[in-house]
T-cell receptor
Framework: DAGVTQSPTHLIKTRGQQVTLRCSPKSGHDTVSWYQQALGQGPQFIFQYYEEEERQRGNFPDRFSGHQFPNYSSELNVNALLLGDSALYLC??????????????FGPGTRLTVL | KQEVTQIPAALSVPEGENLVLNCSFTDSAIYNLQWFRQDPGKGLTSLLLIQSSQREQTSGRLNASLDKSSGRSTLYIAASQPGDSATYLCVLIGATNKLIFGTGTLLAVQP
């Protein structure tokens, strides 16, 4: 089991561009959540996907959108990038079916730099 | 609104010392609590998960306790090693697996 994987590892973009980050959850997990972690700060919740729908959302603008595929993998899209979007983007997977609240597993993150 | 505070914010200890990291939360209506470590620029590594009905969990040199009534959790690290140096995060897990992160404790273990 490869655990939670994220791609790419690092990414450099310029202001105004669009970016797509990808996450594959741990085997057996059906829920994917995305977090933004600015340098020196704790992770901030962006949104959570379950059964291909956005189930919860944090305090992030509509420029941040996502998708979950039938195989439970997920994408995070950010439009009209701002300098302040530079951060480590973390993906976490878990199993929610049946009301389970098992251990959360995190991927290694994608480091996004906006110039 | 649930708030999670960790004390101390930073800690430096000599190798071999036993230490305790503290986590407090304002709302006892949690499902689970999980402790993570994060190395600089890296993702989060799960250390221990305490189910809501449990009071403690142990893994190797680590022991975590949970007291929902007082809104507290502690992470005990025995015989600390330089490799334990990292940021430790206390995370509350709600009913829908939404995570609420603590403020973190930056630990440095000096050889």
């Amino acid at each position: 089991d490869a655990g939670v994987t994220q791609s790419p590892t690092h990414l450099i973009k310029t202001r105004g561009q669009q970016v797509t980050l990808r996450c594959s959850p741990k085997s057996g997990h059906d829920t994917v959540s995305w977090y933004q972690q600015a340098l020196g700060q704790g992770p901030q919740f962006i949104f959570q996907y379950y059964e291909e729908e956005e189930r919860q959302r944090g305090n992030f603008p509509d420029r941040f959108s996502g998708h979950q595929f039938p195989n439970y993998s997920s994408e995070l899209n950010v439009n009209a990038l701002l300098l302040g979007d530079s951060a480590l983007y973390l993906c976490a997977s878990s199993r929610l079916a049946g009301g389970s609240t098992d251990t959360q597993y995190f991927g290694p993150g994608t480091r996004l730099t906006v110039l | 609104k649930q708030e999670v505070t960790q004390i101390p914010a930073a800690l430096s200890v000599p190798e071999g010392e036993n230490l305790v990291l503290n986590c407090s939360f304002t709302d006892s209506a949690i499902y689970n609590l999980q402790w993570f470590r994060q190395d600089p620029g890296k993702g989060l590594t799960s250390l221990l998960l305490i189910q809501s009905s449990q009071r403690e969990q142990t893994s190797g040199r680590l022991n975590a306790s949970l007291d929902k009534s007082s809104g507290r959790s502690t992470l005990y690290i025995a015989a600390s090693q330089p490799g334990d140096s990292a940021t430790y995060l206390c995370v509350l897990i709600g009913a829908t697996n939404k995570l609420i992160f603590g403020t973190g404790t930056l630990l440095a273990v000096q050889p």
